[in-house]
Each structure stands twice: as C-alpha cells, then as structure tokens.
C-alpha cells in the first residue's frame, strides 16, 4: 500500500458520502412502494371501500410510513454532510464530480 493524501482521503469520503445518499434514496422508494402495495391490499381487503377491512394492510401501511419517516431524517442528515463537505473545503473538480 502507498501513502494517500489528505485528498485522496477526501474523495475517498465524498464517494462513500454520495454512495449513502444513492442508497437512502433507493430504500426510500422501495418504502414508497411498500406504502402503495398495503394501500392496494386495503382496497382488496375491503372490496373497494365498501366492507370493513383486517389490520394488516393498516399496521404495514403505518410502519412503511413510518420507515419514510426515517429514511428521509437519514438522508436529511446526509445531505447536510455534503452540503457542510462543500463548503467546508476549496471544492476541486475531482471532489465535485465525486459530491
């Protein structure tokens, strides 16, 4: 292994940063797509809104809700690390495409 620079080091963390980011994003759709699905087992369930329908399409409706919830805090967070990372150095090309 060879010496790696302060730079390197922080396209290193701007990568991984970005990689997060890309991933929260993702896990924020498939809960989205969660949500929708329980949404359409409740229409199911209750014959298009006319019968009273089980708890399940109501508890997996709330904790993909509340998983959203997270989620986004997450990549709130996430985002404000980048934001802060910009700011923080002289951004450099190499750095920017990598952010």
Known sequence: MGEVTESDLEIFRARKLRDR????????YTVITVFVGAFGWYWWDS???TEPSSM???????????AY??????????RQ???AMRQKMKVSSELRRNL
Do not use: Q
Not at 56 to 66: E, R, S, V, Y
């Open 21 to 28: 980011i890309y991933r929260l994003n993702m896990i924020s």
């Open 81 to 83: 690390l980048k934001k």
């Open 47 to 49: 014959r298009g809104f």
């Open 69 to 78: 919830l997270v989620v986004r805090g997450f990549l709130f967070h996430a």
């Open 56 to 66: 399940g399409p109501f508890i997996l409706m709330g904790a993909a809700a509340l």
